[in-house]
């Protein structure tokens, strides 16, 4: 593999919002470069699996790191790019404890991290470290002033701190690790590329096929295509993406395709390792963007739990914070996989991804999660053990989550409108049960709004009327319900139609018992008058649901809007109960459905008729 130099990339074309970085496109392009050849021309044979250290391994906190020898042999000069490319860890925001040593209290100072760059400090363990000798401290030579201390135990003597740190910057075993570590971050001086000796053009070459890989790479990521194809041999007729448009790119311009075809051949940079190896890079050089905007600034975290297709539970985190405008920012930091949901490992996960990012706890003002009590606990949850470490990191329950909560309380604790939420399913999966009734349902619909547009029922204009089909509510949105009810008011005639040609034309007694149940079912009072009673309740709750979701929404303006709501469901039930007993008897008269009388003495649904009521 050639090895490239940064100077020859530096006129690439940036990516949209941000720019690729030499840190960046080193730690992820260079390294696996080295580890593994990029080649095209094996992709008949089976692929092997490759060990990798991806930018959330990282772990911040130097007293926690294990020492690199622990890692695989085949990784571990990745562990070190990553650490290297990371820098040391620093939290000059931190209030650092005292100790008392000597006859008086000592603690560590910031001030010394802008006079030795090595140097790094442990939050978990109190204790200074030395990232270069980390990397690339040589255990079998005599120790020298504390390289192994500041390799593994860590330093906590702050009455002798700077006279040590002087000697050990000067120090046999730390010069040589730091000498070390500037070698293997030069790629100019890698032994590949004294081995493999390229000409001018050869490497102009190189960058033109780099660049191309890159434009391809960052076009793909901003439209969230998939790469990889199924078949990306030479044979195949669609190569996936990626390489089909590195070969559009070809045909259309002369200098790239010269540029393929007079190059090495083992050095394409179209292999699925440098595809995974860009997007990394760029979504490095998104991350660091990110950190860049938030460091020294306090933050709130944003946690939701949710497995994946590959049926693995996952941990996505969200910052929110504040930035130089004033202007209340949401960012997201990743996911992690988590193999327990208990309390304990959602927050150790927490802060190892805090950690390999430099963020502190400490500078955590708010934590937003749903009610699950492994995250709302008050004496074992998520949030309490957080507190425990920083008493100012406030909880608060997502309040649209609070809201789902309590519309799902309120329609499960009424046994009739529980029952009425059992046969909406119901319905629209009748309906919607083939695409012969979809297209029954959209044409009968059709004649009916034409029929209405012509009695002047129905008014016209631009995105009016649109065609639409039946919406399925889902079981963790409630709002998504007051779409399906609203639809089935609207095109009521139609699914009423839908539902006797099944009951007509069906030859399974099942679905002729099943249509003709539920043609009983909506043409009763009970279900037209719960039909419109939940769409004014779930009308209110949505919109406040809807505002409540809204990332500049201040905790001020939600207890506004809280009031509001809760004064129009109140209004609902003191002064609009006969305009909506008035619109359900319209109704029902307009489509034939009986209206009982509502004077008259009825039995209490759900019980015998044979027994009296007491």
Not at 27 to 33: H, P
Not at 236 to 265: C, P, Q
Not at 275 to 286: F, I, M, N, R
Not at 425 to 449: E, F, W
Request: net charge neutral; aromatic share 10%; hydrophobic share 35%.
């Amino acid at each position: 593999m050639i090895q490239f130099s940064f100077s020859m990339i530096q006129n690439l074309i940036g990516i949209t919002n941000f720019r690729m970085s030499k840190r960046t496109i080193q730690s992820y392009f260079s390294s696996s470069s080295a580890s593994t050849p990029h080649t095209n021309e094996s992709t008949s044979e089976p692929k092997k699996s490759r060990a990798e250290f991806s930018h959330s391994d990282l772990i911040g906190d130097p007293g926690k790191r294990k020492p690199i020898d622990d890692y695989q042999p085949e990784i571990r000069d990745q562990v070190r790019k990553a650490y290297a490319l990371n820098g040391p860890t620093q939290p000059r925001d931190l209030v650092f404890p005292r100790k008392w040593m000597s006859g008086e209290f000592r603690s560590f100072q910031k001030t010394w991290f802008d006079e030795f760059d090595w140097l790094e400090y442990s939050e978990y363990k109190g204790a200074a470290y030395c990232l270069y000798c980390y990397l690339f401290f040589n255990s079998s030579k005599p120790e020298k002033f504390g390289s192994s201390v500041f390799a593994h135990q860590g330093y906590v003597n702050w009455k002798k701190a700077k006279d040590t740190f002087n000697k050990h910057n000067v120090c046999k075993t730390h010069v040589e690790a730091r000498q070390k570590c500037e070698d293997f971050m030069n790629q100019r001086t890698n032994v590949g590329r004294k081995l493999v000796q390229v000409g001018k053009e050869e490497e102009k070459r190189y960058e033109i096929r780099l660049t191309t890989s890159l434009d391809v790479a960052r076009f793909l990521i901003m439209q969230g295509d998939a790469f990889c194809g199924h078949d990306e041999s030479s044979t195949s007729l669609n190569k996936g993406t990626f390489r089909e448009m590195v070969d559009w790119y070809k045909d259309k311009v002369e200098i790239v395709k010269a540029a393929y075809e007079k190059g090495y051949k083992n050095c394409q940079i179209l292999s699925p390792y440098v595809q995974k190896d860009l997007t990394k890079a760029c979504a490095e050089e998104v991350m660091s963007v990110i950190m860049d905007e938030i460091r020294g600034r306090k933050f709130s975290v944003l946690i939701d739990e949710s497995r994946d297709v590959s049926i693995k539970e996952q941990m996505a985190v969200i910052l929110r914070f504040v930035n130089d405008e004033g202007k209340v920012m949401e960012r997201f930091l990743g996911l992690q996989h988590v193999e327990s949901c208990t309390a304990i490992a959602l927050k150790e996960a927490l802060v190892r991804m805090l950690s390999s990012r430099k963020l502190s706890i400490s500078m955590l003002r708010g934590q937003g999660y749903d009610g699950a009590s492994n995250m709302r606990g008050e004496f074992n949850g998520v949030q309490k053990l957080i507190r425990d470490e920083n008493p100012y990191a406030f909880y608060v329950h997502c309040f649209a989550h609070q809201l789902q909560l309590v519309v799902v309380s309120v329609s499960t604790s009424s046994a009739d409108i529980a029952d009425f939420f059992n046969y909406v399913p119901l319905i629209v999966n009748t309906v919607g049960a083939s695409c012969m009734r979809k297209d029954v349902l959209l044409a009968k619909h059709h004649d009916v709004l034409l029929e209405k547009i012509e009695n002047g029922e129905t008014m016209t204009g631009r995105g009016l009327n649109q065609e639409s089909g039946l919406a399925r509510p889902g079981d963790t949105r409630w709002g998504s319900h007051l779409k399906t009810l609203l639809r089935i008011l609207v095109m009521w005639e139609a699914i009423i139609d839908v539902l006797e040609i099944v009951k007509k034309d069906s030859v399974k007694p099942a679905c002729t018992g099943g249509a003709l149940g539920l043609i009983g079912k909506m043409e009763s009072f009970d279900f037209v008058f719960i039909m419109h009673l939940m769409i004014e309740l779930l009308g209110m709750t949505d919109i406040l649901s809807s505002a409540l979701q809204r990332k500049d929404q201040d905790i001020v303006e939600a207890m506004h809007l809280i009031t509001d709501v809760k004064d129009s469901l109140q209004d609902l039930r003191e002064n609009r109960w006969e305009p909506l007993l008035k619109k359900v008897k319209t109704f029902c008269e307009k489509n034939e459905i009986e209206v009982p009388d509502m004077d008259e003495e009825i039995n209490i649904g759900g019980t015998s008729r044979r027994r009296k009521q007491k």
